[in-house]
């Protein structure tokens, strides 16, 4: 049983918060306080969901803008894949070949060719992209 939208009731949350674009580290902060608020209310109406989905959308703007990442390499996507899956070097010698050249390929020794990254993406069920 879903809750009706309440125009005015959003309308009032929207003068209360009364979101808008980010431009300052102290926005961002209040706009975090706010959102967290709202996240934290379990009985949270479909009008503060709907408010919360503008400030999520705003914050994630900022932070897209002010703290980038960058993209990992296919060395450390490797690396992180094989922790994840407790994999050991000698998992990967039939996908790469010798244990030297999986050792060099993942401490970004050697380069991952084509036909490497076309057997990783498969061996992990991941895009072959991910590790070129």
Do not use: C, W
Not at 1 to 9: E, Q
Not at 15 to 38: C, G, H, K, W
Not at 63 to 89: D, G, V, W
């Amino acid at each position: 049983m879903s809750l009706a939208f309440d125009k005015n009731a959003y309308g009032e949350l929207l003068a209360e918060y009364q979101p808008q674009v980010i431009t300052s580290e102290s926005e961002y902060d209040s706009m975090l306080a706010n959102a967290e608020r709202l996240i934290g209310n379990k009985n949270r109406s479909p009008e503060q969901t709907a408010l919360l989905k503008i400030l999520v959308r705003l914050i994630e703007e900022y932070e897209s803008k002010n703290y980038p990442m960058s993209k990992p390499s296919p060395h450390a996507i490797i690396q992180h894949l094989m922790e994840a899956r407790e994999l050991e070097q000698a998992d990967l010698v039939e996908i790469i070949g010798s244990l030297d050249d999986v050792s060099e390929l993942i401490n970004g020794k050697q380069a991952i060719s084509k036909e490497q990254a076309k057997a990783l993406g498969e061996f992990f069920h991941l895009s072959a992209e991910l590790f070129q």
